[in-house]
Each structure stands twice: as structure tokens, then as C-alpha cells.
């Protein structure tokens, strides 16, 4: 690859040129490419846009990829040229950085390049990267109860349990503050999952006991996400069976032939839940939250 040349702002009509240079990178990109499939490359500050920089070599050839989405998060692809679009993307979004995320090493030289290596973080996280061929999905007995049933959930229990979830979500797994406008904005992430059909709720004998979805969905790939039970109901397998419940529907129903997932390095728990439905460790990736 030649030496890098110059970055720019990204826009409609670059888009197979991004998606040619990220596909290689799949597991750790499925942000980038979900969110550019769904909201395009043009930034207004809206839900899933953000400002899109790639850095070139002489050749015209992609080098690195770095966007700050509309909820001030640099999200990182690639190598050479990484900081400049990094820099560039920050400079013309006009946003503060509310965190990075990518492959952990790309993770911590954008954190370096903009001086932060050393700001305390809310979520300062080096996550296991886990693949799963939807193929290979080991169910747990649990999904063999009859009262055991995943369906997207009412209007009302969004309102009235999910979005306290959520936000108790974000201040155990995310490091948030409960501060006021927590569950509002929870609730909001919510009602937008729900709104794609990328949510789910576990019931068993009628009661609410888990909740599942998918951050992100491109190319056959579903991104695991925001999996939550509340913890006077931990330890029954209720996570894992509705992550596995998800994952059926996303290969019937959607054309899903894979899935990734992140979790933090030091969270056992977790770990092992995926590991028992066959999800293996692919890499490393990092989610830096200021």
C-alpha cells in the first residue's frame, strides 16, 4: 500500500468504495457499514449519521475509515491515516467526542492522538470480539420449556419496563450516570429498536425475564446487543436462552447465516453464556466511553 496522501469527507455516491474497503474487516466494522446502509453518508445530526473520513495513498486506495456518529462516537477502521481521518471527521461534525470504537489497538491511538489516553472513561473497555455460524448454534435445554416464548414486546411494556432496563443497562454495563435524563434517553434507544424490529423480550409463564436484540444487521451478519435480565432473575440461563431464541428467528426469518458479539474481557458471566451456545473469540475490540 502506498503512502498516505490526504483525507476527505466521505459522501453519497462513495459508498461501494467504503464498503469494498470495510467488508474485509467484517466483524469489527458491522457500526460502520449497518449504520452507513441505513442512514447514508450525509450527516444531518439524525439517529445512525454520522460524518464519514477516509484517508488515501497515492493510488487513490482507501488506507483507514474513521466516522463521529450524531451521539458523538468515533467509530475506527483500518491503519495508515487512521488519526488524520480521525481528526478531520472530529473537526467537521463539529461534535464532542463521547467515545471511540473499533479494534482495541485502533481504539487506543485514537485515544492517544487526541490526547485522552488518560481521561477517565465511564466505560474503559477492552472487549472480547466473538463469531458465531448461525449453523453451529448450540440451543439450551431452557428453550425446550413450552412456557418459555420470545416475542417483541407491547407498547406498554416498553414504556413501563424496558426503557428502566435499558437504563439500568447503560449505568451496569456502561458505566452511565443515572443522572434525569438517563431513562429518557434509554427509552428513546428503546422505542428505535423496537421501531426496526430488532428487539425482543423473553417471557416465561407470561413473565418478562430478558430482554435481546441486534445493534447492528448487514450482509447476513447480526450484531448481538443490549442483552439484559434483571438481577433478581440471574443465574436461570434466561439471557442465553433468548439470544439464542433471536438467533433462530434471525436465521428463519431474516437470512441470517452469522453473528458477532462483544463483551467485556472481564465479565465470566457473560462469556461463559456465549460460549455454551458455540460463539468462539475472533479478536479484540474496543468501546471507550467518555
Known sequence: MGEVVGERVLSAGDEAQLFAFLEPHLDSSLFLISNAEKAGLVDHGEPLQGTYVA??????????????????NVMLQGDAGLEQAARRACEVSGRNI??????????CRARQAFGLADEPASHDGQEALYALALEELQLPSSLQRGDAVLRPPTEAEVREVLGGW????HVECLGAERKTDLVERALQETQ????????????VAGELV????????????????????????????????????SLQ?????????RSILFTSK???????????LGYRVVGDFGLVLF
Open 55 to 72: 484517508s488515501f495513498d497515492s493510488r487513490g486506495r482507501m488506507t483507514a475509515v474513521a466516522a463521529h456518529f450524531w451521539n458523538g
Open 98 to 107: 463521547r467515545g471511540f470504537i473499533g479494534p482495541w489497538a485502533l481504539v
Open 166 to 169: 435499558r437504563a439500568d443497562y
Open 192 to 203: 428505535r429498536w423496537v421501531a426496526v424490529g430488532t428487539l425482543w423480550v423473553l417471557t
Open 210 to 245: 430478558a430482554m435481546t436484540g441486534f445493534n447492528s444487521e448487514t450482509r447476513g451478519n447480526v450484531q448481538v446487543g443490549g442483552v439484559f435480565t434483571p438481577p433478581a432473575l440471574r443465574g436461570r440461563g434466561y439471557a442465553r436462552a433468548a439470544v439464542a431464541a
Open 249 to 257: 428467528l434471525a436465521r428463519a426469518e431474516r437470512g441470517a447465516v
Open 266 to 276: 472481564t465479565n465470566t458471566p457473560a462469556r461463559r453464556a456465549y460460549e455454551s
